[in-house]
């Protein structure tokens, strides 16, 4: 696992996996052609979606492992790391890889807004867990692109290619959704633990030493990566993570409001507020008022 393959260019992965190199830029990779090997760590300078079809060890994207199982997709952005943990045993790969250089999309509708498809920054245990008709779309969609490969390039290919890799990604905004339903418990539990979070940490200092919590602080310290976890509060909430934080600022925001003994200047520093003033404009945004008004007229 201490091993590091760079692959650069698609042609370095298709010769990886003893696959030919049709286009330059784009390639589906069938894994099972590919030789037995042990697991290593993967750097990809391409866009990279597995569908794992065999047990093969885990699946290790920076200290976590994915949620990494039979008939599963897992997406990759151009400049990370990822790799098998095969144990130190060999195993032959199975499955398939749709890869593709963001030079292929450059200039396209697909290219503008790819970073809309946030699942290519998931981390751990966030992997796409398909049904047996999720997967057999997945699949034509695959051999959609592989049939304009494998035929003369013309004027048509690549507004083809293009398109069938956003209806592909546009179908995974769907799984994805279905997955967020499916997993409704286990989402709902991590709510709860958003909540619990945010209460705790009000309840100490850190934000006078941290500052105010931010999106990136609060899904690391419950294991998710900050896209998965901002599009799971905002599936389950209808808010976004910012401004469901935002929101318990201003809670807690209001009950200290009523502590005649301190200042609004030194309520906003004890909230983790660098400057009073950006307190008094977020207050007077999402309540109406300012503190020294809140202060007046509830007091009153």
Same mark, same amino acid.
């Given at each position: 696992?201490?091993?590091?393959?760079?692959?650069?260019?698609?042609?370095?992965? =298709?010769?990886?996996?003893?696959?030919?190199?049709?286009?330059?830029?784009?390639?589906?990779?069938?894994?099972?052609?590919? $030789?037995?090997?042990?697991?290593?760590?993967?750097?990809?300078?391409?866009?990279?979606?597995?569908?794992?079809?065999?047990?093969?060890?885990?699946?290790?994207?920076?200290?976590?492992?994915?949620?990494?199982?039979?008939?599963?997709?897992?997406?990759?952005?151009?400049?990370?790391?990822?790799?098998?943990?095969?144990?130190?045993?060999?195993?032959?790969?199975?499955?398939?890889?749709?890869?593709?250089?963001?030079? %292929?999309?450059?200039?396209? $509708?697909?290219?503008?807004?790819?970073?809309?498809?946030?699942?290519?920054?998931?981390?751990?245990?966030?992997?796409?867990? %398909?049904?047996?008709?999720?997967?057999?779309?997945?699949?034509?969609?695959?051999?959609?692109?592989?049939?304009?490969?494998?035929?003369?390039?013309?004027?048509?290919?690549?507004? %083809?290619?293009?398109?069938?890799?956003?209806?592909? %990604?546009?179908?995974?905004?769907?799984?994805?959704?279905?997955?967020?339903?499916?997993?409704?418990?286990?989402?709902?539990?991590?709510?709860?633990?958003?909540?619990?979070?945010? =209460?705790?940490?009000?309840?100490?200092?850190?934000?006078?030493?941290?500052?105010?919590?931010?999106?990136?602080?609060?899904? $690391?310290?419950?294991?998710?990566?900050?896209?998965?976890?901002?599009?799971?509060?905002?599936?389950?909430?209808?808010?976004?993570?910012?401004?469901?934080?935002?929101?318990?600022?201003?809670?807690?925001?209001?009950?200290?409001?009523?502590?005649?003994?301190?200042?609004?200047?030194?309520?906003?520093?004890?909230?983790?507020?660098?400057?009073?003033?950006?307190?008094?404009?977020?207050?007077?945004?999402?309540?109406?008022?300012?503190?020294?008004?809140?202060?007046?007229?509830?007091? =009153?």
């Amino acid at each position: 696992m201490d091993t590091l393959r760079r692959f650069e260019t698609i042609s370095d992965y =298709n010769a990886f996996n003893n696959t030919e190199t049709l286009h330059p830029l784009i390639s589906v990779v069938d894994l099972s052609k590919a $030789a037995p090997r042990q697991g290593s760590r993967m750097y990809f300078g391409f866009y990279t979606i597995f569908l794992k079809d065999v047990k093969c060890g885990d699946l290790v994207y920076g200290r976590h492992t994915y949620d990494y199982q039979e008939g599963t997709l897992v997406f990759l952005a151009p400049g990370q790391v990822a790799g098998i943990n095969s144990n130190g045993e060999t195993y032959q790969p199975k499955g398939y890889a749709l890869v593709f250089h963001p030079d %292929l999309i450059h200039g396209t $509708a697909l290219g503008r807004h790819i970073h809309d498809y946030t699942f290519f920054g998931y981390q751990s245990s966030e992997a796409l867990h %398909l049904s047996g008709r999720e997967r057999g779309i997945v699949l034509d969609c695959f051999a959609k692109i592989e049939y304009e490969l494998e035929h003369a390039i013309d004027k048509h290919s690549k507004r %083809l290619i293009v398109s069938t890799i956003e209806l592909f %990604l546009n179908y995974c905004v769907r799984f994805y959704d279905r997955q967020f339903i499916t997993r409704d418990n286990a989402h709902k539990s991590v709510l709860e633990r958003f909540e619990h979070l945010l =209460n705790a940490y009000f309840q100490t200092d850190k934000p006078q030493t941290i500052g105010l919590p931010s999106v990136a602080y609060c899904a $690391a310290e419950l294991n998710l990566s900050a896209n998965y976890f901002g599009d799971l509060v905002k599936k389950e909430s209808g808010k976004t993570a910012q401004d469901y934080i935002q929101s318990k600022v201003m809670a807690v925001a209001k009950e200290r409001i009523f502590d005649s003994s301190k200042s609004v200047s030194q309520i906003a520093y004890d909230l983790g507020f660098k400057y009073p003033q950006h307190f008094t404009r977020l207050f007077k945004q999402r309540v109406g008022q300012s503190p020294n008004e809140y202060r007046m007229i509830n007091q =009153n």
